[in-house]
Structure formats: C-alpha cells, structure tokens
C-alpha cells in the first residue's frame, strides 16, 4: 500500500516484535509484565504502513491513524476495508451515506444539480408562476391557485371584488399569478369601488362627481337667473346662471356675479 500514517496506538507486545516490525525504538517508558512490555503509548515517525497493517484507501484523508473518506465518498476509508465509493449522480454525501438530491415538481424551475461526488444538494426548485409550494416532490410541491385567487410570494391571495355601482373588468382565472381584476365607480359615485375596500359613493345633491372627488355645483349670484340643477349622484356640473337684465357678469356668487 502508498497509505501513510502517524500517530499513536495502544498494543502488547515484545520489544524486539514491536522494533522488528516499525523499524523505529519506542521512546515511551516500558513496564515489565512476565515476558512482554507493555507500552503507554508508542510513537513512530511518519513512515510507510508496516505490512499487515491497514492504511487508508484512495480518495480517502489520513487524520492520525484514522483514514476519513473525501468530501463526495462514503465508506471506512480502508484498504482493507470499505474504501471510499463516490456518490453517483443525483445524490450527495451526507455524514457516512449518500442521500438523494432535490426532485423539483413538474410544476416548478429547477437550478443547478448533483452530478456523481457531490458533498451537498446544489438543486434549488421554485414553482411556476401562479403555484404555490416548495416545489420539492416530496415536499409540498406545487398547487395552482384557484380561480378568484392569485398567487402573492408563497400564498394565494383573494383577487378583488367589485361592490355594488361600480364596474369590473378583467378577472383571475386558476393559476393567476397577479390580480387582473379593476373596480371603477359609476358616474356620480366615488372610492376605489371594491367591496374590502373603500366601495362607491354616491355624491350628494348640489355636488358632482369629477374624477375622484364630489365637486361644489355652481351657485347663481342674486342678481342672476338659475338653470338646471345637481341632485344627489351627478356626475356634472348641470347649473348654469345668467345675470338679470341690467346687470352684467358671469352670474357665479363666486365668480364676477
């Protein structure tokens, strides 16, 4: 063998046997017992494994006079003994076994991979959009969101609804992966016009809806004739004013009068 070793260990044996076989002269203090000694410890220097001992495999490390197979292999790390077996594809070395690697859902991405030695699981899965799950198959895996639901980061999220005088357009099939869904208030009401949230109302009398907001309808000066009027959910300005005979001006009380 080209295995190495240094160290120590713990034996009985003779003297003679003991320089015999390590071409070396025990440097621990010796005790008497009947016909052999009985060494503490006997120390050599780095030196080719004597035969009839083990030394460590390939692909294996030399710790002392233990052998640890390398980062990807499993096994004693012996000669003699297992060895070190390199992981194959799809698997990586866990501890003193080899372990399966990730197995990405048929709904999910699949990064990176376990090619034949790995030392670790390099495979990260993320479903798809419009799925939710770990995206591992013995995992969760991935569930397509249901229709009125989007899928938000890791959950799946209720899509908005539309409340009463308003309008909607788009909608959130199954598998969604964003609300598609808008609410619009009516002419003469006003808010986001969903049900969660703000709704629609509706502009009172004397008032008219203009964009977002429910607009002053205009006021006739005293010396000015009126038309028309807003009543409750105008969505214009339906006063007009006109000054009196004699009198000039736009009519408005906050105008020129």
């Known amino acids: 063998t080209n295995a190495t070793f240094s160290g120590s260990f713990h034996t009985t ?26 060494t503490s410890t006997a120390r050599f220097p780095t030196t080719t494994v004597p035969s009839g001992l083990t030394g460590c495999a390939p692909n294996s490390t030399k710790n002392n006079v233990s052998c640890s197979c390398n980062a990807g292999y499993v096994g004693d790390g012996l000669v003699q003994g297992s060895g ?9 070395q866990r501890g003193i076994i080899c372990v399966s690697c990730k197995v990405c859902d048929g709904h999910a991405r699949k990064v ?10 390099s495979i990260t899965c993320s479903c798809n959009a419009g799925y939710t799950g770990d995206g591992i198959v013995n995992g969760t ?13 890791q959950s799946c999220l209720a899509c908005k609804v539309c409340g009463g005088n308003a309008s909607k357009a788009g909608s959130c099939a199954a598998g969604s992966s964003s609300d598609s869904v808008v609410c619009s208030c009516n002419a003469g ?15 009172p009398a004397g008032t008219y809806q203009t964009g977002s907001v429910c607009q002053n309808c205009s006021v006739c000066d005293p010396n000015a004739k009126q038309s028309g009027s807003c009543p409750a ?3 214009a300005n339906l006063v007009t004013c006109a000054c009196n005979a ?7 009380q906050s105008g020129f009068g």
Do not use: R
Request: aromatic share 6%; proline share 2%.
């Open 13 to 38: 044996t003779t003297i003679s046997e003991l320089q015999a076989a390590t071409n070396t002269t025990i440097s621990d203090t010796a005790t008497t017992s009947g016909s052999s000694y009985k």
């Open 84 to 92: 070190c077996t390199q992981c194959p594809p799809g698997t990586y």
């Open 112 to 121: 990176g991979s376990c090619a034949a030695g790995s030392s670790a699981d």
């Open 141 to 153: 895996g991935c569930t397509q969101c249901n229709e009125g639901t989007y899928q938000s980061g």
């Open 189 to 203: 009401f006003i808010g986001d016009g969903t049900v969660k949230g703000s709704g629609c109302t509706q502009c």
């Open 233 to 235: 959910g105008s969505s």
């Open 246 to 252: 004699g009198f000039i001006g736009d009519g408005l």
